[in-house]
């Protein structure tokens, strides 16, 4: 035996070793039962099995999976992302101080603001990418700094090791959203992070047919994660069997998928800023983009598989591209096997977002197609 790690391919392809012990079938089973058996002593006859709000063992193999490709100590499957995200926020005392990354997912700062408006929370939003303001903001003690990189859909992307040691400093723990980068490309916790969320609907499953969520930490017994898991258990936020078997099955190539994903993504970035009637285009991959060295650093095997890019002419030139597309479909979302294209100022038509900004997530076509059609709506 070797004391070397097991590369994610490895961990991923072979779920983790996990099996059907009951038959020995290679893939675990699908585990639906809501309610498990007592023996006449009035034990419980699997030890671990009593009621499946918390004991399933389908959710379980999921779970192990995610917690070995983040190297966690534990993991926690909940309904959706935002299930996971609520969590966190609602696992926080009363009154607590939360700075939280600015034009991140749109979802996550407006469930803040809600609970800030409510009392729950103090809120301060800050540009989280910009280490000045990041440590401004930390000169304050707070309980959570929330931050999402590389950010949709501005993607900025954020130092985590040194928003470790910001946030360390005012006395919080540091939750990183990695949804636009999976566990394979940044390993949160291994750079500092307290909590690692990710969004399983979108790269983890990968395959645009199951909703998830996912938090992982390396200190289960701090209190914040206590607290995360009772809210699981009393909210009853959990993932269903299938949903987990899925999302299984989806993990098994999330490697394989984020390769061709990336070598796609940084393809058509290039492609896209060498286009004359494209104005800018934000992706991490790009020499020129603000947080490329930090990106090379602290993102490994590639810069992911989301970007953005500002089309000439403002909304009605950028709508009219994206009506032009023939094979990257129109529909919001992002980290799925097929490309997604979206307007996102339509969306967010408060957030200051461009007019003439499309979202591209891309997924696992063939690159010279997807550039044929990227090429054929910008000259149209
Ligand atoms: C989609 C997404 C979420 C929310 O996940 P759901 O599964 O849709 O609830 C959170 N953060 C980011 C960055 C996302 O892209």
């Known amino acids: 035996m070797t004391s070397k790690p097991l590369s994610p391919a490895t961990i991923a392809a072979r779920a983790s070793g996990a099996i ?4 020995a079938g290679l893939v675990p089973g699908i585990h639906t039962a809501t309610t498990y058996i007592r ?6 006859i699997h030890e671990r099995n009593s009621y499946a709000r918390d004991d399933n063992d389908t959710v379980r193999t999921a779970e192990g999976v995610l917690r070995e490709l983040e190297s966690a100590a534990e993991t926690l499957l ?4 935002m299930a996971a995200a609520a969590a966190v926020f609602r696992a926080l005392p009363k009154g607590a101080r939360v700075v939280l990354q600015s034009g991140i997912y749109y979802g996550v700062t407006h469930l803040a603001r809600t609970l800030a408006a409510r009392g729950d929370i103090v809120l301060e939003e800050v540009d989280a990418a910009n280490p000045e303001a990041l440590s401004q903001a930390c000169a304050t ?25 910001l946030t360390q400093q005012a006395g919080a723990l540091l939750a990183v959203d990695g949804t636009a980068s999976s566990p394979v490309l940044t390993r949160s916790l291994a750079l500092g992070a307290d909590i690692s969320m990710h969004s399983v609907t979108k790269a983890i499953n ?24 009772a809210d699981r258990h009393d909210a009853g936020a959990i993932m269903g069997p299938f949903e ?15 390769e061709r994903m990336c070598a796609n993504a940084q393809a058509l970035a290039e492609f896209l800023s ?23 650093r602290q993102m490994c095997g590639g810069f992911g598989y989301l970007m953005s890019f500002i089309v000439k002419g403002g909304a009605d030139s950028a709508l009219r591209v994206k009506g032009r597309l023939n094979l990257i479909h129109r529909a919001t ?10 307007h996102r100022a339509t969306i967010e038509p408060e957030s200051g977002i461009p007019g003439g900004l499309l979202r591209l997530s891309v997924g696992i076509e063939d690159v010279e197609d997807l550039k044929e059609d990227l090429a054929q709506a910008l000259e149209g």
């Open 20 to 23: 059907d012990p009951a038959t």
């Open 39 to 44: 023996g006449a002593d009035n034990a419980l």
């Open 78 to 81: 909940l309904p959706s992302g």
């Open 141 to 165: 003690p707070a309980d959570l700094v929330w931050i999402e990189t590389p950010s949709n859909p501005w993607l900025k992307v954020t130092d985590i090791a040194q928003a470790a040691e």
């Open 206 to 229: 990968g395959h645009s047919d199951v909703m998830g969520g996912a938090l992982s930490c390396t200190n289960p017994d701090m209190p914040l994660w206590s607290a995360i898991r």
């Open 244 to 258: 987990a078997w899925l999302a299984l099955r989806g993990m098994r190539t999330l490697p394989l998928r984020m």
């Open 274 to 296: 060498a286009h004359e009637a494209v104005e800018t285009v934000l992706y991490p991959g790009l020499p020129h983009h603000p947080g490329h060295d930090i990106a090379t």
């Open 333 to 342: 979302s992002l980290g799925g096997v097929e490309s997604l294209v979206e």
